[in-house]
Structure formats: C-alpha cells, structure tokens
C-alpha cells in the first residue's frame, strides 16, 4: 500500500494541504508538501509519477500528466435523470423499500451516490487511507451544494477494511437489508471465448489502478461475499456481462444489462 507520497500546492491553498498532510498522517500515510508555483496541466505532465494536489476544488490524485477525485458534483446531471424505474441497480437492490445498505467496495462512491439519491440509507465502506481521504473531501464538499446535500446525508463513511467490518457486524449480529458488491478489478476472471481489445480505461479508472496495484493489494472480492451473505437479506453483486460467477457461486437472481449485471443472493432465513 501506498504509504509516502508528495502533495503539491500553490502558495494561496498551503494550509488546506497541511490539513490533508495531517489527516493523511492520522492514517498512516506520509505526506511531503511541495509548493509550485502553478499547479497547472504543463506542471503534471512534467512530474508523471504519483501523486496529490490540492486546489480551490480540494483534494486530488494525480499521475501521468492527469489528476482526479470523486467529482460527486459532477455526477448531478445523472442523479436528476435517475428513478427506481429506469436504473437496473434501483431493481437489483431493492430501493423502493430504502434499504439500510452497505457498499463494501466503494471505490469512487458513485453508485452509492445514486443509491442514497434513489432512497437508500448507504454506509460506504473503504480501507485505503488516500482513497478514504479523498472520499472524505467529496462528501465534505457536497454538502455544500443544495442538491447534494439531501443525497449525502444518506451516506456515512467508514474507514475500515471491508472484511473486518463485515466480521464485527457478524459477530454482533449486526444486519443490514443489503449488502453491495463492486470488486475492483473484475476483468481478470471474465469468460470470454477469446481475448478482445478494450477500450482505454477511463481517466478515473486508470489512476485508481496506479493507487491500488491489482497483484497483492486487490483481489477480487470473493472471500466478502460468504460474510455478507451473513448479514444482509440481499447481497448484490456488480459484474461485466461476461464474468463468472463472484466466488464461484450462482445467484439467486440476475439482472443483465448489455456492459454489466447484478447478481443478487438472497437470505429470506435472516431476521432483524
């Protein structure tokens, strides 16, 4: 895991990265502030490897002359076209009855924006101190925007392994009506009868993938679906249309879409 990193910044946004240096640190993380003169796109493409950078727009990661954060912002164009008729995961997680849900694998917090839009009460679970971090200065600023606000009040976050936070809540018989899945790196196990060429991976996607290295650090999610299976009445597992089965297990129920589809396990013997 990423445990030392440079911060840059401009003279005028100091403090505010000396915050983030602080909080970084609480989380075992080692930040070196360096102060540039502009923190512009010239700047990133001359200093490739990874990194953050705070700006007026807050906190961001940033590698090979690009830079991203969970822009929950711009993600309001979507949430205002959304309904529990027209999205798949509305269906798939049963957001009509605004289920108490856990997003075990939060990555850049998206779909548990639109869930929590949609109904949902979302805890959004995440183990890395970077991506906490900037998961933690979305929420903080979209709290401060009018629409986003009431979606975000819906949504606590909790910086903690998945597993082990799975674990407790077994251990305390602590249920839940839902619990989401989304492994980060599905594509490893797809069925496919021949290899394809894909598409370049999103800007997002591909600095998350310099943050969190698949060999090692991420997996692919299966040893989580056996613990959420012990307390959520609904497990919901997000696949490419192609992949097996998460853990090797068939689900109860499918929902296919043309790129992906939820799997959904359901425990009918389980009683708050």
Sequence with gaps: ????????????????????????????????????EQLNARFLRLHPELGLCVD???LWLCANGMKMQPDWQAETARLKRASLKSEMIARACN???????IDATAGLGHDSLLMAHL????????????????????????RQDTFLSQVVARIHLVFSDSADYLKSRVEQKNLVDVV????????????QQAPKK???????????????????????GDHLLELAQDIA??????????????AGKQPDHQWQGDACRFDAYFQHELVA
């Design 1 to 36: 895991m990423v445990n030392q990193i440079r911060l840059y910044t401009e003279s005028d946004h100091v403090e505010k990265a000396q915050h983030f240096e602080a909080v970084l640190s609480s989380r075992g993380v080692e930040t070196e502030i360096v102060t540039v």
């Design 56 to 58: 007026v727009d807050g």
């Design 95 to 101: 957001l009509a009855e605004k289920p108490f849900l």
């Design 119 to 142: 109904g949902a009460q979302v805890t959004l679970v995440e183990r890395h101190p970077i991506l906490f971090t900037l998961l933690e200065d979305s929420h903080i600023r979209a």
């Design 180 to 191: 989401y899945l989304d492994p980060m790196f599905p594509q490893r196990d797809q069925n």
């Design 198 to 220: 894909q598409a370049q991976v999103k800007k997002q996607m591909q600095l998350l993938h310099l943050l969190l290295p698949e060999d090692g650090e991420m997996d692919l």
């Design 233 to 246: 009445k609904r497990v919901v597992v997000k696949r490419p249309r192609l992949a097996v089965f998460l």
